[in-house]
């Protein structure tokens, strides 16, 4: 029961069936299991990426490493989510937006910490927050083989899923 309160994290280590399946289905899976996770769920609202882009971004770098070849657009296309035709070149359009939008926020970034904004004790809170998502990855990448062990680890994670989330909706807020 708490096995399934945990929520997988969205990195691509956590995907050792990924064989079994076809491309399309691993990749869109993937997608599919990172969108219905509430920590990326608060996150990916509250980012400049939209929800299209977020997901062309992740098929675009996703679909290679589970491929392990270079794939074309037009095959990148095809991995999207909707039933709708999505053309190479709305794809590469999508995914030019995402890629801009992920480096303005870089740059952003940056420029608050130039400009010594990033030091200042508001942002305390993003800092713990980081910390804190990097806690729980951590936790999801050491998860003990043997059940002995395994449901106090999975209790662990639950209470910092938790806490990441009331966090987050916190930050949200302000």
Same mark, same amino acid.
């Given at each position: 029961m708490l096995k399934k309160l945990v929520y997988k994290t969205v990195s691509i280590e956590s995907f050792g069936w990924i064989n079994k399946l076809s491309l399309k289905k691993n990749v869109q899976n993937w997608i599919i299991q990172a969108f219905n996770d509430p920590?990326?769920?608060?996150l990916s609202k509250n980012s400049h990426l939209t929800? #299209?882009?977020?997901? #062309?971004l992740l098929i675009d770098i996703l679909s290679e490493n589970i491929s392990g070849k270079q794939l074309k657009y037009d095959e990148k296309a095809k991995l999207r989510l909707t039933k709708a035709k999505i053309t190479r070149g709305a794809?590469?359009? #999508?995914?030019?937006?995402?890629?801009e939008n992920v480096t303005r926020s870089i740059y952003t970034i940056l420029l608050l910490g130039y400009l010594g904004i990033l030091e200042t004790t508001q942002l305390n809170l993003y800092i713990e927050i980081a910390n804190k998502l990097h806690e729980y990855l951590d936790a999801y990448k050491n998860m003990p083989k043997t059940d002995e062990k395994l449901n106090e680890h999975l209790k662990l994670m639950e209470i910092i899923r938790?806490?990441?989330?009331? #966090?987050?909706?916190e930050l949200t807020k302000r």
């Open positions: 920590i990326v769920k608060i929800k #299209t882009q977020l997901e #062309t794809f590469n359009r #999508t995914l030019q937006q995402a890629k938790e806490e990441l989330q009331s #966090t987050l909706l």
